[in-house]
């Protein structure tokens, strides 16, 4: 019968010449909106409230921060305090804990001291490998 | 060699001139695809602050919903999700967040390098009144060639 052979001019096909615009099109969207999270740092634990302990100051080696840069390193048990620039801090670190595997690094930090100079402190002793840390404020 | 054909001026390549487009479409799906899967919308805008450097920095080993943001500028301000809050705000912000998350929320402490420390050591107080313990201070991955420099 003449009805059934009739064809219809339209295609059946899906057009997919301008897919590969669509594809662009989201693609330069996902581009402009990207933003890779910077999620990096320095880790560290701080102490749960009202947990205090109390540590021979022969394993403690005071370390504090003064507002021009400067770092004096003392031993708890000693008088004597040495002077060093930041970036010493992790040399220091570990000929000290090579004597005294037990060592804490006790950082006392100047109000007025820079945020980065206590950053490259912590830094030295991370390098070092250092996980005993505490972390204060000095008095100004 | 053969002398027909003006020798060889005529000569035509059978290797097409055009650069072959028929993958085009599959290498942008390929693109779209990588950008879609890493892609994460911000939640909140960077405050203007000069990021301390440290060699020791390392990723945060934790999912995004449980990293904290707390930003200290250089004159004390302290800004969290795009509000500046008062220092005593801190840590009734951080406590139910530390709760949520399982006692497994990570500070991201993203303080300026020239902040002074009073700052610092203040919201410090405030996370651990909150009863949170793990603090990142936000750095920027130092090269060693710089360090020897300085």
């Known amino acids: 019968m003449a009805i059934l052979k009739k064809?219809?001019?339209?295609?059946?096909?899906?057009?997919?010449?301008?897919?590969?615009d669509i594809a662009f099109l989201l693609l330069i969207f996902f581009l402009v909106t990207t933003v890779f999270p910077k999620d990096r740092g320095l880790p560290i634990v701080l102490p749960e409230e009202q947990e205090e302990v109390?540590?021979?100051?022969?394993?403690?080696?005071?370390?504090?921060?003064?507002?021009?840069?400067?770092?004096?390193?003392?031993r708890g048990d000693s008088q004597n305090e040495s002077f060093h620039r930041p970036h010493q801090?992790?040399?220091?670190?570990?000929t000290e804990v090579a004597q005294n595997p037990n060592l804490i690094a006790g950082v006392r930090t100047h109000p007025d001291a820079a945020h980065r100079y206590m950053i490259q402190v912590l830094d030295g002793l991370q390098m070092a490998n250092a996980e005993r840390i505490s972390l204060q404020?000095?008095?100004? | 060699m053969s002398l027909k054909g003006g020798g060889g001026l005529q000569r035509k390549s059978k290797a097409s001139d055009q650069?072959?487009?028929?993958?085009?479409?599959?290498?942008?799906?390929?693109?779209?695809?990588?950008?879609?899967?890493?892609?994460?919308?911000r939640t909140e805008s960077d405050r203007p602050i000069e990021w301390p450097e440290a060699e020791a920095t390392q990723?945060?080993?934790?999912?995004?919903?449980?990293?904290?943001?707390?930003?200290?500028?250089?004159?004390?301000?302290?800004?969290?999700?795009?509000?500046?809050?008062?220092?005593?705000?801190?840590?009734?912000?951080?406590?139910?967040?530390?709760?949520?998350?399982?006692?497994?929320?990570?500070?991201?402490?993203?303080?300026?390098?020239?902040?002074?420390?009073r700052y610092v050591d203040a919201v410090q107080k405030q996370i651990q009144q909150a009863g949170a313990i793990y603090v990142v201070f936000a750095t920027d991955l130092e090269r060693r060639m710089m360090r020897e420099r300085r």
Do not use: C
Request: aromatic residues 8%.
């Open chain 1, 89 to 94: 801090i992790q040399q220091v670190w570990r």
């Open chain 1, 7 to 20: 064809q219809s001019k339209v295609s059946d096909e899906i057009p997919s010449a301008s897919m590969a």
């Open chain 1, 137 to 140: 404020m000095g008095e100004g």
């Open chain 1, 54 to 74: 109390e540590i021979s100051q022969r394993n403690i080696l005071h370390i504090s921060i003064n507002p021009d840069g400067t770092v004096g390193v003392r």
């Open chain 2, 19 to 41: 650069i072959p487009s028929s993958s085009l479409a599959d290498i942008a799906f390929l693109l779209l695809i990588f950008f879609m899967v890493t892609t994460v919308f």
């Open chain 2, 59 to 117: 990723q945060i080993d934790e999912t995004r919903d449980n990293i904290m943001y707390v930003w200290i500028e250089r004159n004390g301000d302290i800004w969290i999700n795009d509000r500046l809050v008062p220092l005593d705000a801190v840590s009734e912000l951080v406590a139910p967040r530390w709760v949520e998350s399982g006692r497994r929320l990570r500070i991201s402490l993203r303080a300026d390098a020239e902040a002074p420390y």
